[in-house]
């Protein structure tokens, strides 16, 4: 039941849903879960990217989200949640999958080979990641940008992963990050999102609010609502900044969005491989590339530019950490990466003063090395 729903410039319809009747509380596990308005402390040693005073952005005039711009706004005691229209259920194959991710093949366990199958079924990846440690949560500054989409069956996400299980079948992941998906929301806008999985993507788990599970506490910010601005090739550079850490107590999953925003949590009582840590994250972007006329898809990954060609033009991740036992952000340590084909999609990791630990991704898809 929403208290009144605001209309966004793009179209879409944000209800203002009173806190104890958003979708979370249906799940079984949550029936009697009471909700967390105070979130836990933040991990100690947060790193944010310094900005010279002309990248500057004045907090007053800064509106990461397309729907801030109505006047309205959600008041205390609510969330927003993006309305879920008929058109969205028809374009969806199955009305019990709509807003869940098609199932993907098992992972073996060996970190070289989790992605490497995911190409019979069109998914391609550029990442970088981390294994051998328990992580307790991660950060990155994830550039934004909107790459094209060839076939409306296809999307591009950039996002980051939480992992932990024997990836046979009882996978639990926690994602957050930006995705363009017009099966999903019906157009090619650029739009913030989550996901989490306790069982390899088969069952369990969904996009945003499309399901119960992830618990919202902000009145600020909706999922899988358009992001505004994003980022222009050779122009001015936007970013989103995005931290998921484990609170040591309660054992919830939370989320921040920027530097100011708690947004919610994932309850510990949806998991359990993730019950008590990571032992894996990933920061990046994925394709599906379902091959129009046997040929590669041209659908664009980060910016569509390729990690050589740096900043302005190549979309990036910055400041890389993770969350240890102790609730510190911490540099990542061994850096790997991964890419299926990087005649397609690449990814470059770096590191300087500024951005601590990063990375430039992406690519155009079909090209003369790509076919």
């Known amino acids: 039941m929403s208290t009144f729903t605001l209309q966004s410039p793009d179209g879409d319809v944000i209800d203002c849903v009173l806190l104890s009747h958003q979708p ?3 799940h079984p ?10 979130p836990p402390m ?7 990217k310094t900005t010279t005073e002309e990248e500057k952005i004045d907090g007053s005039m800064f509106k990461p989200q397309l729907w801030h711009y109505v006047e309205q706004k959600c008041p205390p005691g609510t969330i927003p949640i993006r309305r879920t229209t008929e058109n969205d259920l028809l374009r969806a194959e199955k009305i019990n999958r709509y807003g869940k991710k098609n199932q993907r093949p098992f992972y073996p366990p060996q970190t070289a080979l989790i992605h490497s199958s995911l190409n019979e079924n069109g998914h391609q990846h550029a ?6 440690d328990k992580y307790y949560g991660a950060k990155a500054e994830i550039n934004v940008w909107a790459p094209s989409i060839e076939m ?23 994602e957050a990050g930006w995705q363009v998906s017009p099966d999903l929301y019906g157009d090619n806008n650029t739009r913030l999102f989550t996901y989490w999985t306790s069982d390899a993507y088969q069952a369990t788990g969904c996009y945003n609010l ?7 506490i902000s009145d600020q910010i909706a999922l899988g609502a358009t992001i505004s601005p994003l980022s222009g090739y050779g122009g001015r550079q936007f970013d989103i900044d995005i931290l998921i850490w484990k609170d040591p107590r309660a054992g919830n999953w939370w989320m921040s969005f920027g530097q100011n925003c708690v947004l919610g949590y994932w309850p510990a009582a949806l998991f359990t491989n993730l019950a008590e840590a990571a032992t894996m994250v990933e920061w990046g972007g994925e394709v599906v590339n379902s091959e129009p006329g046997s040929r590669h898809t041209s659908t664009q990954m980060g910016s569509g530019h390729f990690p ?13 950490q993770i969350v240890d036992a102790s609730n510190n952000l911490q540099p990542p340590g061994n850096l790997n990466t991964f890419s299926e084909n990087a005649a397609c999609y690449d990814v470059e990791n770096g590191y300087n003063s500024e951005w601590g630990y990063y990375f430039y991704y992406g690519g ?7 076919p």
Not at 364 to 370: A, M
């Open 308 to 320: 050589s060609e740096g900043f302005g033009r190549a979309s990036y991740f910055s400041n890389l």
């Open 42 to 48: 933040l991990p100690e040693g947060l790193r944010h």
């Open 29 to 38: 596990k949550l029936r009697n879960h009471q909700i967390q308005m105070e």
């Open 210 to 216: 499309l399901c119960s599970g992830f618990v919202q």
């Open 364 to 370: 155009p898809g079909y090209n003369d090395r790509c």
């Open 152 to 174: 409306p069956n296809e999307f591009s996400l950039s996002q980051l992963w939480l992992l932990a299980g024997s990836f046979e079948g009882d996978l639990n992941s926690i």
């Open 24 to 26: 979370a509380l249906d």
């Open 127 to 132: 990442i970088t990641y981390v294994e051998g």
